[in-house]
């Protein structure tokens, strides 16, 4: 059974990094065809795609995080990482990790973790 | 870039009713690449169904997905209490490469 879990501080300053990473068991991230993605959740709001890692280490990012975003990967690790910039107050959310399957689907999700970043 | 709508924003049902919910798509998109997942409270978004019609594993029958070019559609043929929550429809594209719908809340009557 696969299992994803993300970890990384809970509260972030004004202008500082989000660093999170996302633990993965029970299958590879190099696993043929999948990418391995990081959707975020504002208190109250919708789902909001943030960005994809492939397989093969190519990255997909939101046009509108883009210039914040870095998406990586770690197969020794068998962990992905979420990187994002410059950070305000409109970046608190729960953050999901997520495996997208070849049917572009979200089959995968780990439980969530809240980021705060006070205004 | 594609933009869903959802509608309606929310629902009031009782157990046992039927439920409808629409996505609307800005433009005819690729039925393959529309996806509806379910939301509860305080856990992450689950799968249901893929390719607008195709159920996930654990999704119970009593879900179907239908629809095409721009308007696709959620039914729940008979409301069980746990199927109370919070429905989004996710599109695979070009630019974003995923994106979502706004939600549709069901919730009790």
């Known amino acids: 059974q696969l299992q994803l879990q993300e970890s990384g501080p809970g509260l972030v300053k004004p202008s500082e990094t989000l660093s999170l990473t996302c633990s993965v068991s029970g299958g590879s991230i190099s696993s043929r065809g999948y990418y391995w993605g990081w959707v975020r959740q504002p208190p109250g709001k919708g789902l909001e795609w943030i960005g994809s890692l492939y397989y093969s280490g190519r990255t997909d990012y939101n046009p509108s995080l883009k210039s914040r975003v870095t998406i990586s990967g770690d197969t020794s690790k068998n962990q992905f990482s979420l990187k994002l910039h410059s950070v305000t107050a409109a970046d608190t959310a729960v953050y999901y990790c997520?495996?997208?399957?070849?049917?572009?689907?979200?089959?995968?999700w780990g439980q969530g973790t809240l980021v705060t970043v006070p205004s | 870039e594609i933009v869903l709508t959802q509608s309606p924003g929310s629902l009031s049902l009782s157990p046992g009713d039927r439920a409808t919910l629409s996505c609307r798509a800005s433009q005819n998109i690729n039925s393959g690449f529309l996806v509806w997942y379910q939301q509860k409270p305080g856990q992450a978004p689950r799968l249901l169904i893929y390719g607008t019609s195709s159920r996930a594993s654990d999704t119970p029958d009593r879900f179907s997905g239908s629809g095409s070019g721009t308007d696709f559609t959620l039914t729940i043929s008979r409301l069980e209490p746990e199927d109370f929550a919070v429905y989004y429809c996710?599109?695979?594209?070009?630019?974003?490469?995923?994106?979502f719908g706004p939600g549709t809340k069901v919730d009790i009557k």
């Open positions: 997520a495996r997208v399957r070849p049917a572009w689907d979200s089959d995968y």
């Open positions: 996710q599109h695979y594209g070009n630019s974003p490469l995923f994106t």
